[in-house]
């Protein structure tokens, strides 16, 4: 029996990824659990950030700290808001200086459908394991959060920005040339952009995820809702354990709870 505040999976780029839960004082590894039954019960809250036992909001967050800590600043979903490079705080300017004003990588991902998005570049390939994507391909590196952010804005409206998380755990996904798709979006980046268009780049990363058996239709686990459930764990990907039953459940979506995780 583990007991423990669920974060985000942590991940190995390996073949196939690497997944392990980490709690406070154990982790495990997931791979090892494959066709295993095991257990997870909802036990109480812990905000990541006050370490309180208050319903979560957002993010790992209760309601007051997902609107005061800086961890979950508006530029944190929509990177285009970043004021660090103009000596602007949001909520901590030294924080927001580390973390914005570092290279910044806008790639392309296939995880259901081609999406457009923003990582920093210390988080390659980590952010596209975390969305699920079995292939991408990096277009701009940038020295901030905020060029990243007007990168990901103009290039969305040629394509989505979204994965479908629903596709990406059914294994649905769509045949797209992530290099000819790289080279068709050149002509679209703002002109402050143009200078940092990786245009020779044709390195794509090829990610293999560890499952055993793709559900054909998926039906969320919500710990609020069934706060015990027992189920045969067939595979792990993005941030989601996948089932046997087709039930999928998502671990970074329900950061901040307190779980008792048993092997049966």
């Known amino acids: 029996m583990y007991q423990g505040v669920l974060i985000k999976m942590k991940t190995e780029f390996t073949y196939p990824v690497n997944y392990y839960l980490v709690f406070r004082n154990d982790f495990v590894n997931l791979n090892q659990l494959l066709d295993r039954e095991i257990g997870i019960s909802f036990v109480s809250y812990e905000c990541l950030n006050c370490h309180l036992n208050k319903p979560i909001y957002r993010q790992g967050f209760c309601k ?128 402050e952009v143009k200078p940092y268009y990786l245009d020779t780049n044709k390195k794509v990363y090829t990610i293999q995820y560890p499952v055993r058996q793709y559900p054909e239709k998926v039906k969320s686990l919500n710990l609020e809702k069934t706060p015990e459930y027992k189920g045969k764990l067939k595979g792990v990907k993005g941030q989601y354990l996948i089932f046997e039953d087709g039930t999928v459940f998502n671990v970074r979506g329900s950061e901040g709870y307190v779980v008792n995780l048993s092997l049966i």
Not at 68 to 78: F, H, L, Q, S, V
Not at 92 to 108: A, F, G, I, N, S
Not at 149 to 169: F, P, S, Y
Request: aromatic share 8%; charged share 30%.
């Open 64 to 191: 007051s700290c997902f609107y005061e800590t800086p961890t979950a600043g508006d530029w944190i979903m929509r990177p285009e808001l970043s004021k660090a490079h103009l000596d602007q705080e949001d909520r901590d300017l030294k924080y927001e200086k580390e973390v914005q004003l570092q290279p910044h990588v806008v790639y392309l991902a296939l995880s259901s459908d081609v999406k457009v998005g923003v990582t920093r570049k210390t988080q390659i390939p980590t952010r596209w394991i975390d969305q699920g994507a079995h292939q991408a391909i990096a277009v701009v590196e940038v020295p901030n959060r905020y060029l990243a952010g007007i990168t990901e804005v103009a290039l969305k409206t040629h394509m989505t920005d979204k994965t479908n998380w629903r596709k990406m755990l059914t294994n649905d996904l769509t045949d797209a040339d992530l290099v000819s798709e790289k080279d068709r979006l050149g002509d679209f980046l703002p002109e």
